[in-house]
């Protein structure tokens, strides 16, 4: 019992993570599509809307190739990968999410990421990439809003300019104060320092018994998920749970979970309400809700891997990053 | 890097694993249900069909029970198993599946459900018990037909009987030869013997990284499922690959994968046959198609953990039990 392949071990981050330098306005942006196609104009559009606010923002051909359902084979988003990386731009904001970064990230030098310095930045499926670049390098990328909608018109003017301007300062504070958060129940007054981590919950789950997924022991552990039934969102935070992740955690920290209510689509009648219950019956720590992160236009933008302080007093809860 | 917590290892499986005595018609059965609620009146009527065929079958009242959307609470559903040992059946035949499993590994005594020498049987949900079973205790549970819907009216005959046999004859025959099933592609000819075990794609991957997976190293994964997206199937083996798990098999059998085709549904177009492909990209061992396993009626019974032989030859392959 109990031998283990060191090539399947979960690698242990030592905190504190190494932070790429922070930016100021104007930000010179590159995109980078790893995982589904994108539709050209709808880019190209999200790209000019960035650009109005006065950053430059590079989009390779390659964001826009295509094969099978992804921006381009794997060789070809490996090489949009290496292409970024060696552009000249400090941000590299992940043109979609989607699926396709698990084909590939056993291929990924997580060394050269990490050298590059810059800033990663997307969610979803880009979930992927930020727990394998702190799992493999100890680098810290950003769960934020990826380019592709980004600033869309149309859609709420005040969610798009929170997501905006929480974008541009965790990019360029390391010291950035997110403000506070209302839970949906009353929590004891405690402050709570770790590391930040998470966000998609079927990523994190995807990658628990590889070798991309960090082991955090201090975590404040960021989660949020869209598209799925209750029950499979309690089935994967059972997974974390007998995985010994949950327990080495000290709050759990929930976003949004979009369009995961019962319904017809749903195989099983199981309400959110049910798993929330559960999950507090998980574990001691803190478990917050109502943050705003996950598949929704007004979120925050968060470093994964750096230092953070929690402070909870009753409802309400208050989150900032303490620096490198 | 590469720091262990025993307990979160993935326990090593010694072959051969321990097998419960065959068995004899006619059966002394129970039923079990440690997941989803049922309809009483079509367990019943499940029970009275097995009994038809000259069986004992007990459908003890926990197994009507419902808490929420499962066959009783937590604790009802452990006491139920406890029940269930201690009777005097022989066979603990699985109600249903659907969820309810994971919630319960952890508390689950395994050294009592490999002492009781009984035949556990069920499939879905189920295989978190069989490879909780096997991780744990050692111990060989068999991947089969649930009591809810056995043998049911209206439901093609012949697939009724042909699951019949199989049931009947895998319980009562370390030895039990499948016959032969048509892979979609020819293979050199070869004969493969190894350690049976998998079945519900998802379960394996939910349980990758925690205590209840076992480590096969001689491994005839088989795996199927139901209502998956094929990018979920995808991501689901990447899972397996990335983990290490893919690389010490010695080959992969798939069974049906129910309503898994693209579909509107479906969050992103991809096919079977692209998750197909890309599995036989992933590992160097066969990967053999159209297994009678799965989410449909007819359907083999399978010792998890048992010695068993695959011989290849062409587009064809047959399996058979090597026994104890």
């Known amino acids: 019992m109990n031998n283990i392949i060191a090539n399947n071990a979960t690698p242990v981050v030592s905190v504190p993570a190494r932070q790429p330098l922070a930016v100021s306005a104007p930000l010179r942006c590159t995109c980078l599509a790893l995982s589904g196609s994108l539709d050209a104009q709808a880019l190209a559009d999200s790209a000019a809307r960035l650009r109005q606010r006065g950053h430059t923002v590079g989009v390779p051909t390659a964001a826009n190739a295509q094969w099978r359902y992804f921006a381009g084979t794997d060789e070809a988003r490996l090489a949009a990968l290496t292409e970024a990386i060696e552009s000249d731009a400090d941000v590299i904001l992940f043109a979609r999410g989607g699926y396709g970064l698990s084909r590939i990230l056993h291929r990924i030098d997580w060394s050269a990421v990490a050298d590059s310095g810059k800033i990663f930045c997307g969610y979803s499926d880009v979930t992927a990439f930020s727990l394998a670049a702190l799992a493999q390098a100890n680098y810290v990328t ?21 997501a905006y301007a929480h974008w541009l300062a965790a990019l360029s504070d390391p010291h950035h104060d997110y403000g506070g958060f209302a839970n949906d129940i009353s929590q004891p007054a405690q402050s709570i320092e770790g590391t930040l981590w998470g966000t ?46 949950l327990d080495r955690q000290r709050a759990i920290v929930l976003g949004q979970f979009t369009d995961c209510q019962p319904g017809p689509a749903l195989r099983y009648p199981y309400a959110m309400s049910e798993v929330l219950e559960t999950l507090r019956g998980m574990v001691r720590c ?29 409802e309400h809860y208050h989150l900032r990053l303490l620096g490198a």
Chains 1, 2 share one sequence.
């Open 142 to 162: 950003y769960a934020g809003p990826v380019l592709s909608g980004m600033l869309a018109e149309g859609d709420d003017a005040e969610a798009n300019e929170f």
């Open 200 to 245: 998609n919950l079927a990523l994190v789950s995807h990658l628990v018994g590889t070798p991309y997924l960090p082991r955090i022991d201090d975590g404040i552990l960021v989660l949020e998920d869209i598209a799925e039934s209750p029950y499979r969102v309690e089935r994967m935070l059972w997974q974390l749970k007998l995985a010994g992740i």
């Open 286 to 314: 803190p478990v917050l809700t109502g943050f705003p992160f996950g598949h929704i236009a007004r979120k925050v933008t968060l470093p994964m891997g750096a230092h953070a302080e929690l402070r909870i007093d009753g």
